[in-house]
Nanobody
């Protein structure tokens, strides 16, 4: 059973920063693609950033230049979020694909407000 556990969400003022973390069960090298998605109230879940196990990454246009996806060499996936805007407010989900399918975390709330 693959488990993904997000942390690091919270309340931040516009222009501030947060770093989200996702702990994946097992070796991070067993996952082919890992990423972050978000869902704002009343909206569909959308891709924020995604990277392959080989390091290539893509970002939603709305976060390019502000967010950075990265991982360590154990089992952690990160999303560094800078210059946050109120429209970044959402529940953020960690996502990972391996040979057994697609896996999701429970989500962590990010609220950007003054």
């Amino acid at each position: 059973q693959v488990q993904l556990v997000e942390s690091g969400g919270g309340l931040v003022q516009p222009g501030g920063s947060l770093r989200l973390s996702c702990a994946l069960s097992g070796s991070i090298f067993s996952f082919n693609v890992m990423g972050w998605y978000r869902q704002a109230p009343g909206k569909e879940r959308e891709l924020v950033a995604r990277r392959t196990r080989y390091g290539s990454a893509i970002y939603a246009d709305s976060v390019k230049g502000r967010f950075t996806i990265s991982r360590d060499n154990t089992n952690m996936l990160y999303l560094q979020m800078d210059s946050l805007k109120p429209e970044d407010t959402a529940v953020y989900y960690c996502n990972a694909d391996n040979q057994y399918g697609t896996h999701w975390g429970q989500g962590t709330q990010v609220t950007v407000s003054s």
